[in-house]
C-alpha cells in the first residue's frame, strides 16, 4: 500500500516538525491532539517552521505555504484519523498516555492504517498489544529539526510484518529522511542510545552541583569540536521530556539521584515554565542563547 495520508497525534515540538515535513514534501497531513488551545499552539509552530525552512532550505513562500495548506487539524480522534494511511504517534513519553491512546485509536481507525511510534526511548513491543494490531505497529523516530538533522530510524518489533516495514522504510525515504533500519528492539535506538547517556551524565553532573551549566557545556564543546553542549541539546528537545525520561528512570529504578534530579528539573525549569527554546527560555535564554556569543568558549 502506498501512504498518501498522514496522521500526526501529537502537536508538540516534534509532532508538530514531523507534520510540517511530510507536507512539505507533498503529503496529505492531519494534526490531531487533545483539544482547541493544542491545535491553536500547534498553528503557531507550523507558522514558525515556515520561516526555518525559508531560512535554512531556501524554501520559497509559495513552498512553505503550499506546505501548509495540506495540513488539517482536529480535536476529534475519529474524524483525524478517517481517512489516514499511517499514523505517526507523537504524544508524551508516559507508558499510560500511550497505551490508552492506542487503544482508544484501535476503535477507531480503519482497518487499513499503519501505526508508527515517534517514542525515543519506549519499545514498540511494550504497546504492540494495545494497538490491537501488532502486525501493522513499528516505531519511527526522528531527530529534533528534523529538516536539517534528517535521520528516520524504522524499528520493528517481533510481530511487525516486513511487508509493513519496507512501507515505512520507504515512506521516510520520500519525505525526506534518511531511512536508518533497526531489525531488532533496542531501548533508545542508535540515536538516544548514544545521547541519552551523555544527556543523563551532564544532567547529574548539575544536580550533584559538580559544575554549572555553562562550565559543563564549554567542557564538552572544546574538548570534542562539537557545536552545541548537551545543556543547550537538551533546551532543544524540551525540557518536559527530559523530565518525564528521568522521573521514569527514577520510579521504575528507586535511583535516589534520579529522583533527585527529576525534582530540581521539575522545580526550577518545568514549573517556571523554562520548558527549552520552545518558551524563550531554559537552560539558556532565546532567541540569543550565551553558549552563542563569541567569546564563551574563551578563557575569560
Known sequence: ME?????????????????????????????????????????DKINILKGRYQEDLQASKEQVDSASDRISYYSDLAKAVADADLLIEAIPEIVTIKTEFYEKLNQVAPDKTVFASNSSTLMPSQFA??????????????????????TAEIMKHPGTDMNVFDQVVEFAKAIGMVALPLHKEQPGYILNSLLVPLLDAAELLLSREVADVETI????????????????????????????????????????????????????????????????????????????????????
Not at 507533498?26 to 491532539?33: A, K, L, Q
Not at 498489544?129 to 534528517?150: D, S, V, Y
Request: proline letters at 4%; a positive charge; charged letters at 20%.
Open 3 to 43: 501512504f498518501k495520508h498522514i496522521t500526526i497525534a501529537g502537536s508538540g515540538v516534534l509532532g508538530s516538525q514531523i507534520a510540517f515535513q511530510t507536507a512539505f514534501n507533498g503529503f496529505h497531513v492531519t494534526v490531531y491532539d487533545i483539544n482547541d488551545v493544542a491545535l491553536q499552539s500547534a498553528k
Open 217 to 300: 557545556d564549554k567542557t564538552w564543546m572544546i574538548a570534542t569540536g562539537a557545536p552545541k553542549g548537551p545543556f543547550a541539546i537538551l533546551d532543544v528537545v524540551g525540557i518536559k521530556t527530559s523530565y518525564n525520561i528521568v522521573k521514569a528512570k527514577a520510579d521504575a529504578t528507586g535511583n535516589s539521584e534520579f529522583k533527585k534530579l527529576a525534582e530540581l528539573l521539575k522545580t526550577e525549569y518545568v514549573d517556571k515554565g523554562k520548558l527549552g527554546v520552545a518558551t524563550g527560555e531554559g537552560f539558556y535564554k532565546y532567541p540569543n542563547p550565551r553558549f552563542m556569543d563569541p567569546d564563551f568558549l574563551g578563557n575569560q
Open 129 to 150: 498489544g494495545a494497538t490491537g494490531r501488532p502486525e501493522k505497529f513499528l516505531a519511527l523516530h526522528f531527530a529534533n529539526e528534523i529538516w536539517i538533522n534528517n
